[in-house]
């Protein structure tokens, strides 16, 4: 009788998961002296890796992996809600792992913790992998998206909005309504989406012949804090006439230090906030937002990374300017 992958395992005191990773080659998921057992058993009890069964086992799987960011904002709970709705439908059950905010360890843990359950696919929602973590993800030949994250390579499928043309709209919108000095703050601009934001933000600025200075543009992760900590900087008197915030909830930080301030929005002030989540509907004044469609982000992920018919490619989602009472 040919020995089975089970049998390697039980004679050598590790999961089939092990097993399969060892003799895939497939590094960072054991130790050497694993491996070395691992092989020796192997070839004691005459085991033939079955490809066609390695190949199934991912197939098999009805469970869909997703990887979150822990960053303070609430724009990520309708992507997850649409990769719920399309999994349901596909009779598929979800988990989710957090990685922190830029965090390699625990991007790596959430990687090997999926990759050893052999799910069905991994979702990367808002998180730009190391380049260490992303090797670890594409070696696992598992299929996978990146929700809500864009990264400059066409070999990286990512659903998400085109972060040059939320900051070029954002900006647009507010030179539309009179603005020429116009900040910009509480983004990330060490990674790919907060560098589009700010680019496409400067090049609406340069085409209406406006400054940018680079004062008016104060970083962040996104946070309430990070909103409200800019406000602060730019004083009870400042110079710009209006913001732009990286997120709903920053947003909302930069109001409630205005209102703090005692300064008016939007006569003396105009705010426009990226997301477009229920928070911009429920404060006063309601916020003015570049509107993303982060549903659909979740539904068209899940869509696209169980369809291995179709091509692997990137796409946008579409965006809106909702014009409220903040501008």
């Known amino acids: 009788m040919t020995a089975t992958i089970k049998d390697v395992?039980?004679?050598a005191g590790v999961s089939t998961a092990t097993v399969s990773r060892v003799l895939a080659n497939k590094e960072g998921f054991y130790s050497e002296r694993t491996a070395q057992r691992v092989r020796k058993v192997a070839t004691s009890l005459g085991y033939e890796k079955n490809i066609s069964a390695v190949e199934l086992v991912t197939q098999k799987s009805q469970v869909i992996g997703v990887i979150i960011s822990s960053i303070k904002t609430n724009f990520s709970n309708k992507i997850i809600e649409g990769i719920q709705d399309e999994a349901l439908k596909h009779g598929l059950s979800v988990i989710m792992l957090y990685a922190g905010q830029n965090d390699p360890q625990l991007q790596e843990r959430a990687l090997k913790t999926l990759i050893e359950r052999s799910v069905k696919g991994i979702l990367v929602v808002a998180i730009q992998l190391t380049d260490q973590n992303l090797t670890l993800l594409q070696s696992s030949q598992i299929p996978y998206r990146f929700l809500s994250t864009s990264y400059n390579s066409d070999q990286l499928?990512?659903?998400?909005?085109?972060?040059?043309?939320?900051?070029?709209?954002?900006?647009?919108?507010?030179?539309?309504?009179?603005?020429?000095?116009?900040?910009?703050?509480a983004m990330d601009v060490s990674e790919y989406i907060g560098q589009q934001r700010v680019a496409g933000y400067k090049?609406?600025?340069?085409?209406?012949?406006?400054?940018?200075?680079?004062?008016?543009?104060?970083?962040?992760?996104?946070?309430?804090?990070?909103?409200?900590?800019?406000?602060?900087?730019?004083?009870?008197?400042?110079?710009?006439?209006?913001?732009?915030?990286?997120?709903?909830?920053?947003?909302?930080?930069?109001?409630?230090?205005?209102?703090?301030?005692?300064?008016?929005?939007?006569?003396?002030?105009?705010?426009?906030?990226?997301?477009?989540?229920?928070?911009?509907?429920?404060?006063?004044?309601?916020?003015?937002?570049?509107?993303?469609?982060?549903?659909?982000?979740?539904?068209?992920g899940m869509q696209t990374l169980l369809d291995q018919t179709q091509p692997v490619r990137s796409r946008f989602t579409p965006i809106k300017i909702e014009i409220r009472q903040s501008t």
């Open 9 to 11: 395992a039980e004679e």
């Open 157 to 185: 499928p990512s659903i998400a909005s085109d972060d040059y043309q939320i900051g070029y709209q954002a900006t647009q919108h507010l030179i539309q309504k009179g603005h020429r000095k116009i900040g910009l703050v």
């Open 203 to 300: 090049d609406a600025m340069r085409q209406s012949a406006l400054p940018v200075k680079d004062e008016w543009v104060k970083t962040g992760m996104y946070t309430y804090d990070d909103g409200s900590n800019a406000m602060k900087a730019f004083g009870q008197q400042p110079e710009v006439t209006a913001i732009i915030g990286a997120s709903d909830l920053a947003s909302i930080g930069v109001l409630n230090q205005a209102v703090q301030f005692n300064i008016k929005v939007p006569e003396q002030l105009a705010i426009v906030s990226i997301d477009g989540t229920y928070l911009a509907e429920i404060v006063r004044p309601q916020l003015t937002t570049v509107t993303q469609a982060f549903y659909e982000m979740g539904t068209l």
